[in-house]
Nanobody, 124 residues
Framework: QVQLVESGGGSVQAGGSARLSCAAS????????MGWIRQAPGKVREFVAA????????YYGDSVRGRFTISRDSAKNTVYLEMNTLKPEDTALYYC?????????????????WGQGTQVTVSS
């Protein structure tokens, strides 16, 4: 079991930057692949980014590749999402997720643990 708590959401101007953090409980943080998934009002959930247990491999959704960066700090049991050049279409509730499935990557249904989400609103 792992519990996830997100922070860092808020309101940002288009073109700006923000960083989300996700603190994971438990001693087995390094056993989980981690990721971020978002959902905008009236839309389906969208894969944003994922990072392997080791932190070596990262994966990104097409709409954020080149603008967002995922990273993890095992000493702090924390995963981050650095978001740059934000657009109004990035407005969504961002969920931190974790999985024990090594092949999960962008497959949303493979993530077993979800945080409560943090809202990011980008205004034009």
């Amino acid at each position: 079991q792992v519990q996830l708590v997100e922070s860092g959401g808020g309101s940002v101007q288009a073109g700006g930057s923000a960083r989300l953090s996700c603190a994971a409980s438990g001693r087995t943080f390094s056993s989980y692949g981690m990721g971020w998934i978002r959902q905008a009002p009236g839309k389906v959930r969208e894969f944003v980014a994922a990072i392997s247990r080791s932190g070596v491999d990262t994966y990104y959704g097409d709409s954020v590749r080149g603008r967002f960066t995922i990273s993890r700090d095992s000493a702090k049991n924390t995963v981050y999402l650095e978001m740059n050049t934000l657009k109004p279409e990035d407005t969504a509730l961002y969920y931190c997720v974790a999985t024990g499935d090594y092949s999960a990557r962008s497959k949303i249904d493979r993530y077993d643990y979800w945080g409560q989400g943090t809202q990011v609103t980008v205004s034009s």
